[in-house]
């Protein structure tokens, strides 16, 4: 039950309006985590370059969000390690991991509701002390999600559920990542809008940022990555080039609602 890896072809570059710092990998080895004695991540390893989409598969309970959380800092694992290029982040904390321009956007957009679209967004360039740059990423989160800039002074609260992932995921752009964890992107969101979502995840991956990609919606997910691991109760069982897993009989009778014959 093994799917071809190989790689599929980059995306294209970005215009070159500024010098972005060299790509760093993300290297996650042998990790492990348990709530209450329970494993919920066992052994895990995968990679993410810079610049990929990949994706992260697996039913509700597979470990998928946990994993999010201990590259973010939010979890430490019991074992293992998860490096950034040459910097070590098992261990740091959630605010260590964001100055190292790793950036979570968690499950459930998680935006403040009483606050303004253009407020939400001050907040995710909390780390940026110049004015003139604050205003650069406003202005490039502004021209990416247009919608935002119509309604810069409503309340986040009064957006559509697809305007509030949209939100969240600007305000985790404004913190200028290297690489980008999305958890759950197209949850709860109206099926003519998760298309929108997968393009603009496909262009901020264009722009050089790298993205780990975690996902229920398999056939959207497997079509914009690169490269995608399949998880199961803790484990990676699976992995490959997106396209290649699309095609693959185990995951499309688990994953893509194709029987077999």
């Not at 994706?55 to 694992?77: D, E, F, M, V």
């Not at 609260?157 to 759950?184: C, F, K, N, W, Y």
């Not at 990609?213 to 995608?228: F, H, K, W």
């Amino acid at each position: 039950m093994t799917a071809t890896v190989s790689r599929s072809a980059p995306h294209p570059a970005a215009p070159a309006t500024a010098k972005r710092p060299p790509a760093r990998e993300l290297r996650v080895d042998d990790i492990s985590y348990a709530y209450d004695g329970a494993l919920a991540v066992d052994g895990v390893s995968l990679r993410v370059s810079g610049g990929e989409i990949v994706a992260l598969l697996g039913s509700n309970g597979a470990g998928k969000t946990t994993i999010a959380k201990l590259i973010a800092g939010a979890l430490r694992p019991r074992q293992g390690s998860i490096h950034f290029g040459d910097i070590a982040l098992a261990g740091l904390a959630s605010h260590q991991v964001v100055r190292h321009s790793i950036v979570l956007v968690p499950e459930g957009r998680l935006v403040f509701a009483q606050m303004t679209i253009h407020e939400n967004l001050l907040l995710g360039a909390h780390k940026e002390r110049r004015r003139d740059r604050v205003a650069e990423l406003l202005e490039r989160n502004y021209t990416l999600f247009p919608r935002l800039r119509e309604r810069r002074g409503q309340l986040a609260g009064s957006l559509s559920g697809g305007e509030q992932q949209m939100l969240a995921i600007a305000r985790g752009l404004m913190g200028e990542p290297r690489l980008l964890v999305l958890d759950e992107p197209s949850l709860g969101i109206m099926p003519k809008l998760v298309g929108d979502i997968f393009t603009l995840i496909r262009q901020i991956a264009a722009q050089g940022v790298s993205v780990l990609l975690i996902e229920q919606n398999a056939r959207a997910s497997l079509e914009i990555a690169d490269r995608a691991y399949v998880l199961e109760k803790g484990r990676i069982i699976l992995e490959g080039n997106g396209r290649d897993l699309l095609r693959d009989d185990f995951v499309s009778k688990a994953y893509l609602g194709v029987s077999g014959d």
